[in-house]
């Protein structure tokens, strides 16, 4: 996909979705189905794990996907709007208020990482293309509350999305600024389709495409990676990794981050793809791709830049997508 082709879509074009059932929690598209689990990480994470990554694997019917991402979202306003329930006395207010100011500039604090304040959320997202029939909605649900059920035995939380939920996810991924401590919270319209809402939300984004990185226009820059091979042998402790956060420590690197796991069962070949998106100022791009690399060597892997495919790697970290062959 060359620079010429970007230029001729939307950004919402690359998001397949359209509807949303409340009941039961299922985003549509076409002829794909699926759903959104996020919970928080479990630092330390390693019991019950072991064959976690399999058992996830062994669950997915033909023709699906399942991908797992760690989300560094800088945007921490809700966690720290809790300090503001403080007793409601003079000096407990004002302390109160320091520290809100204090942990808020840390957020946008570059120069002090690893030290970086971020919001570690993980998003698990299934998705299955499927003719939709009511058939296939119990099966799906099966699914999902046996992957819940799998999830709760080491400790894990998570929750079905919404479609609010979604829309806010990636309108702050899209429109990421550290500087936006708080980030925006978006409610959905029952009454138009979700692909719409997302053209609203992205259409004052630009995306200028270098071989290097992408450039949004708020000016952060977005470089993304790939695994250049995910040996089996390492699926089982990836998936704990970014359970467990232990990925955190990217942290170090000058800017938020996702890193995203995601296999595939298409006609029984299973497949699995690690990806990296780092957003940075310009002038700290370089720094980033060390720390990365660095990281990524301690880990047993090697990252590689995807150059001038950042646009798909990027799109494809996004919750609940399967992206579109004409552009994979």
């Known amino acids: 996909m060359n620079n010429k082709n970007i230029s001729l879509k939307k950004l919402c074009d690359f998001f397949p979705y359209s509807s949303f059932d409340p009941k039961n929690k299922l985003f549509f598209h076409q002829n794909r189905v699926g759903f959104v689990l996020e919970t928080a990480p479990i630092s330390g994470l390693t019991g019950g794990t072991k064959n976690l990554e399999k058992e996830l694997r062994q669950l997915l019917p033909g023709k699906s996907s399942l991908q797992i991402t760690l989300f560094a979202d800088p945007h921490i306003g809700d966690f720290l709007d809790q300090w503001k329930h403080c007793p ?66 080491v400790g894990l939380l998570p929750t079905a999305w919404d479609a609010d939920q979604l829309i806010t996810t990636i309108d702050r991924i899209i429109n990421i600024n550290p500087r936006d401590y708080r980030g925006l919270h978006t409610k959905c319209n029952n009454l138009q389709n979700i692909k719409q809402q997302i053209a609203t939300i992205s259409k004052e984004v630009q995306i200028t495409a270098q071989k290097n990185y992408l450039r949004l226009q708020g000016g952060l820059r977005v470089k993304t990676y790939h695994a250049k091979k995910v040996p089996v042998k390492l699926r089982a402790d990836l998936v704990t990794s970014i359970l467990s956060a232990r990925y955190k420590d990217f942290n170090q690197t000058p800017g938020p981050f996702m890193v995203s796991y995601k296999f595939y069962n298409k006609m029984k070949l299973n497949r699995a793809r690690l990806s990296v998106v780092l957003f940075a100022e310009h002038n700290l791009l370089g720094d980033a791709n060390q720390i990365l690399c660095r990281l990524g060597v301690s880990k047993r892997l090697q990252f590689n830049s995807s150059n001038y495919v950042h646009l798909p790697v990027f799109i494809n970290a996004m919750p609940m997508l399967m992206m579109p062959k004409k552009v994979a």
């Open 88 to 153: 409601d006395n003079s000096i407990m207010k004002s302390i109160a208020n320091s520290n809100i100011e204090h942990l808020k500039s840390t957020a946008d604090n570059a120069t002090s990482a690893p030290y970086v304040l971020r919001n570690f959320r993980i998003f698990i997202c299934f998705s299955q293309t499927v003719k939709y029939t009511p058939a296939v909605t119990e099966q799906i649900n099966r699914l999902k509350n046996t992957m819940c059920q799998r999830l709760n035995k």
